[in-house]
T-cell receptor, first 109, second 115 residues
Framework: GENVEQHPSTLSVQEGDSAVIKCTYS??????FPWYKQELGKRPQLIIDIRSNVGEKKDQRIAVTLNKTAKHFSLHITETQPEDSAVYFC????????FGTGTRLKVLA | NAGVTQTPKFQVLKTGQSMTLQCAQDMNHEYMSWYRQDPGMGLRLIHY???????DQGEVPNGYNVSRSTTEDFPLRLLSAAPSQTSVYFC??????????????FGPGTRLTVL
């Protein structure tokens, strides 16, 4: 069946450094790739997304890149801040969304 | 708009009991889904629906039933609760644009414990 692999499972960076999280998907029909941030005890919330006809998208300190040939996409966070500390999930979607297992990001002050 | 609402927020069941988790959205979204979230396992899709009267299984459907009689409501039924169903359950909704689904909006979650 469909599968999304996400790496790393935990990531610690110093404040101001960059963080990169990578995902690989199996269903070549996937056409929508969102990234969600989940803080402790709260619901996941969208931070950025990309469609299959776009290779890169940026929103201030956050960017996502997509390589459809290799079936992988990545989240890049620059100039990290303590409030970026959370669990991040990637997902790949056709008519159903399959999520990765999450990355716990810790930004050390 | 209230967005996506879920009830109850917390529930404790005994093994073998049945119950229904409620989910409603007021955004007229055609797509609704249920996930369970366990530590280290991410969000796993239980069931989803692309419109009223249409439902389908996700990654982990066993032990759960759903129905979609209206656009707004998408209840999740546990027929005979088991300790393995202890989890946090999220409902989500979305809409499509040009045949592609968009951002999912999540409800606040239901924390279920089965003893």
């Amino acid at each position: 069946g469909e599968n999304v692999e996400q790496h790393p499972s935990t990531l610690s960076v110093q404040e101001g450094d960059s963080a990169v999280i990578k995902c690989t998907y199996s269903d070549s029909a996937s056409n929508y790739f969102p990234w969600y941030k989940q803080e402790l005890g709260k619901r996941p919330q969208l931070i950025i997304d990309i469609r299959s006809n776009v290779g890169e998208k940026k929103d201030q300190r956050i960017a996502v890149t997509l390589n459809k040939t290799a079936k992988h996409f990545s989240l890049h966070i620059t100039e990290t801040q303590p409030e970026d500390s959370a669990v991040y999930f990637c997902a790949a979607s056709t008519y159903k969304y399959i999520f990765g297992t999450g990355t716990r990001l810790k930004v050390l002050a | 708009n209230a967005g996506v609402t879920q009830t109850p927020k917390f529930q404790v069941l005994k093994t073998g009991q049945s119950m229904t988790l409620q989910c409603a959205q007021d955004m007229n979204h055609e797509y609704m889904s249920w996930y369970r979230q366990d530590p280290g396992m991410g969000l796993r899709l239980i069931h989803y629906s692309v419109g009223a009267g249409i439902t389908d299984q996700g990654e982990v459907p066993n032990g759960y039933n759903v129905s979609r009689s209206t656009t707004e409501d998408f209840p999740l039924r546990l027929l005979s609760a088991a300790p393995s169903q202890t989890s946090v359950y999220f409902c989500a909704s979305s809409y499509s644009t040009g045949g592609v689904y968009n951002e999912q909006f999540f409800g606040p979650g239901t924390r279920l414990t089965v003893l």
